[in-house]
């Protein structure tokens, strides 16, 4: 299992809810309710880093 995708998983985003999110060393860069600002605001931040793009979910929606 990817460490991004296991963080994502357990971590508490609920202040995130049903938001775009770019997240790079396990840390949320950007958060907003349009993909392309969420990875391009993260990209300009961190140009050499890889940039992982989730959509938290609303509530208590699983994560599979």
Do not use: Q
């Not at 060393?25 to 391009?40: G, L, Q, R, S, W």
């Amino acid at each position: 299992m990817d460490e991004t995708y296991r963080w994502f998983t357990t971590a508490d985003l609920s202040e995130y809810e049903d938001k775009y999110t770019s997240i790079v060393d396990k840390e949320v860069i950007c958060a907003d309710e349009d993909p392309e600002v969420a990875y391009t605001t993260a990209k300009k931040k961190h140009p050499n880093k890889e940039v992982v793009l989730w959509k938290v979910p609303r509530g208590d929606a699983s994560v599979f």
